[in-house]
């Protein structure tokens, strides 16, 4: 599922002006690759997500993740200027370091202004400053750089785009008007350089690349949403998220599951179940998180583990929101079968609408 909610109090505080309406997301539309690997304007909000695990030349493992948001305000849309605030692009970039104790993290945000930020049509190039996301020559490079942190890394694909939902039509919630155009792309290859603490390192690993755009904002009665995405060490992937409502129930729920080399399958509702487990409380929000977790996926009794209980983001200058968003290993039978990450919204503050 991904961010499909993360910038409410952006579009709740600005999106909303005189413009045309915003398009439906509808089933039946075929994505179109590489079209559809850019951005759609049109729409209320998009974002290009990439998380991942890498290990340097001393073999220590960190995780990772770059977000770029587009958000289309309705604003401005009839004003010639080139400096109407018509679309937003937002930043997310962190680094989770067990040696730090907590995530690291750094945000951006900046109205669409060409060269200095924006979201390409036809392919994925998102920016902001020297932040970056682009698709060229068969693989995607992002470079991030922060006082804390700062990574230059390249994606290679292993195979094409993995469509989630119906061939693409992703549904939050029992109204089918609640959806999402989405694809994923697991398994990417990464390698290239990681600067922590002063240090630049040589890493590679395995990442997760999400695309998601919609119209939508949350479904009614909703709180927040629980989410991963794991690269299985079978060479498969598993993506699966539910949406929760305000006594913390299921109201929706569904996922993607590609096993080994077959063919992805779509998760109905009831073959996806997540039970929370272990809790951390964050010492700056006093937030209570469920950072282990059961997973019942398609008959299957999955756990989920993290890299470290510190992984809360505080995004309140850019998408307003705090969630836990970290690196987690799965398991089954007691065995390590994937790494990824898991998102969890929500879990503070109710998320404005």
């Not at 020297?130 to 804390?148: N, P």
């Not at 989630?164 to 089918?176: E, I, M, T, V």
């Not at 922590?196 to 479904?219: F, I, N, Q, Y």
Request: net charge neutral; proline share 6%.
């Amino acid at each position: 599922m991904r961010r499909w909610l993360a910038v409410f109090s952006v579009l709740v505080g600005i999106a909303g002006g005189a413009g045309a309406e915003y398009p439906p997301v509808v089933p039946g539309t075929a994505l179109v690759f590489p079209d559809d690997t850019g951005a759609h304007p049109d729409y209320r909000t998009e974002w290009w997500y990439v998380t991942g695990w890498v290990a340097d030349e001393a073999g220590v493992k960190r995780g990772f993740q770059v977000t770029f948001f587009r958000v289309r305000t309705r604003i401005g849309e009839d004003n010639p200027s080139r400096f109407a605030p018509r679309q937003l692009i937002l930043a997310h970039a962190a680094l989770a370091d067990p040696a730090a104790g907590r995530l690291l993290h750094a945000e951006r945000a900046e109205r669409a202004l060409a060269p200095l930020a924006g979201a390409a049509s036809g392919r994925t190039h998102a920016w902001t400053g020297d932040w970056s996301l682009e698709w060229r020559d068969g693989h995607y490079r992002s470079r991030v750089a922060d006082d804390r942190f700062a990574f230059d890394l390249r994606f290679d694909p292993s195979g094409p785009p993995m469509l989630n939902g119906r061939a693409g039509f992703s549904q939050k919630a029992p109204d089918p008007k609640h959806a999402s155009h989405y694809y994923s792309r697991p398994q990417l290859a990464v390698r290239g350089s990681l600067r922590v603490d002063g240090a630049t390192h040589r890493v590679s690993g395995h990442a997760w690349l999400d695309h998601e755009w919609s119209s939508e904002l949350m479904p009614e009665g909703a709180r927040g949403w629980d989410w991963i995405g794991m690269n299985l060490h079978d060479g498969g992937a598993l993506m699966a998220f539910r949406m929760r409502g305000d006594a913390g129930e299921t109201m929706w729920a569904a996922g993607t599951l590609r096993e080994g080399g077959g063919a992805p399958r779509a998760l109905a509702p009831a073959e996806v179940q997540f039970i929370p487990g272990r809790r951390w409380r964050s010492p700056r929000t006093a937030t209570d998180y469920p950072v282990e977790w059961e997973l019942r996926i398609a008959g299957r009794r999955l756990r989920l583990q993290p890299l470290m209980d510190d992984q809360e983001l505080d995004s309140r200058r850019s998408t307003g929101a705090v969630y836990w968003e970290g690196a987690v290993r799965l398991l089954e039978d007691g065995r390590e079968i994937g790494r990824g990450y898991l998102e969890m919204t929500g879990y503070g503050a109710r998320l404005r609408m």
